[in-house]
């Protein structure tokens, strides 16, 4: 049944960035959320690949972990910004465009990978986790997208992050997939407001990575069930799915745009 | 009948003799007026006396049976011939008991599971039904008000959001008390949690706990992203995502059994058009609320679904949209040339509403586009 197992995926592949591709020479990419986990090995990908980099982190506890991916990038010879905004207030993603453009003089590729998990029936859930829910992962990406939409070179890039989740009916995910549900049609309504600018505005929808984005809201029981409906029986890599993005966000990727694309290992798939 | 070995019986039932036994029990099988009858006895023992005692009342009434036939049949044999050993007596008993249980136990068992499964099918009509309908003043909510109370609703709670509504709350009020159901106005802005608690908590001290809750309560926003304040976002997110997962909530809590719960959300989430992002966006969570809600609530028979209507010959809809727009919306459903106006008809979103919070109960976790062919997903 399984053609590949959990431990050959852990094993280095060749990807378009390690056989030597450069899609991104010339390119600045803002990477929201870049201090940890799939936004820095992004962060790291395309500086490998020639861009600039501003790597975004939200709260100050994240600065030194900022600072190392930092290093990452200039040790790939490109120039790098550390930028620590919360984003759920509108005027900090202002500052974060105004900031990349100062230094860098244009923004080309925004990807969005910030996101918070609660996971609990409905029956549970207070006021203020869905006020925390819905303002870090609807208001903030859409205050960002706004600033993109203003902000954004011709023929630039934007990628936001939703979950796999969208596509699956389960109890428990009312809040998680509903706050991210409205990323898909900010970024469908964007990319017919831009596509004049030939801008593509695209999500990604990833299915449970092992990181430490994860692991907090889940249960060993919840966990054992989206394992059991990979194709190996096991969470996905971070590396599993930076090839996709990267592609999304480059040029030849130019005549996909209002999509959603789901990369999960196949726990789940939708009609449409 | 046995006088020493008399067992008191509840209720008394006219048995004595294996024969007239056997006599009854095959009444009972084969006449369905008999068997009706006995149905209709075993619901009305199951309904006013809890299982347990219901079994023991069944165990005595056959302790009662089988010593009634046992102690004839042992009078019978000693009469006639007394040679007869006791371990034969009791063989022979035990056949006529086996017998007598097989010949009777059948039928009551038939009557009782038959009864058992009446009893556990919910009713789904709107026939005696409690309504709450949040935006049930006035264009959709108050067709749908009227509707129900033509379909024989109980009592419909009426929700309005503001003052300006107040007026058509009042002729939606009267309009469902003249269809034969009661009908309460209440006003409350929707916008938190603690208010859509409260009008939960007034709906059932005004007409007890709700079956159907329908949330028709929206608000559109039609502007380019770059032009969106953050005020406009706020506004939209709290009257369109944050108003309808809290009244899932609530209603999850409050409902009874096998109640039906539905959103209405909008055919844009089948759309790829600019301008919406922050109307679409704004009700596309409630399609994710529904999939779990309906999870979380089905182990006590609740449906939960969303409806999306296409744009509708409403004040809801003109306000944000420019002439040019609104002649194409009036052109782009596949049946726009039979509707009135080419817009969808709030007369032809109803019935389908009222289907789903009624026999269409099977279908739960659903988003549904109704909208003569707009807009698909």
Redesign the interface.
Known sequence: MVAITHQEVLKTFPSATSTGARRFVGKTAIVVGASANVGKALAQLLAQEGAEVVVHYNSASKQAQADDVAAVVRGHGQEALTFQADLTK?AQATALFDAAISKFGKVDILINTAGKIIRK???E???AE??EL?NVN??AA??L??EA??KIADEGRILSFVTTM?A????????Y???K??????S??????LGGRRVTVNCLAPGPLDTSFFYPAESNENIGWLKSMSIDGGLGNIADITGLALFLVSPEARWMT?TTSYINGGIVSPI? | MAQSDEVELRPRLPLGGESRCISFSSQMFNSPLAFKASSYAFQFLVRNWPGPQLIFLILSAYRGCVADVSNNAYRAHRQVDPSLNDWMYFLDCASRIFRFISWTLQPILIALLHSFKEINMADHSIKGKTVLIAGGAKNLGGLIARDLAQHGAKAIVVHFNSAASKAEAEATVAAVQAAGAQAVAIQADLT???AVEKLFADAIAAVGKPDIAINTVGKVLKK???E?S?LE??EM?AVN??TA??F??EA??NLNDNGKICTVVTSL?GA???????Y???K??????T???S??LGARGISVTAVGPGPMDTPFFYPAEGADAVAYHKTAAALSGFSKTGLTDIQDVVPFIRHLVSDGWWIT?QTILVNGGYTT?
């Open positions: 509108p029936p409905l029956a859930f207070e006021e869905f006020d819905f609807a208001k859409f205050f997208l706004k939409s203003k969208v699956a009916f389960a109890p428990t995910y009312a809040g997939a509903g706050s549900a409205p990323l898909e049609h900010f469908k309504s964007l990319a017919k407001e209002g449409n | 938190t949690a603690g380019p992203m770059a969106i953050e976002y706020d997110t995502s944050k997962f809290f899932l909530k999850g809590k989430l790829f058009t600019p301008f919406y992002a922050a679409a966006g704004t596309a969570p409630v399609e994710h609320y999939r779990a809600a999870k979380e976790g997903k």
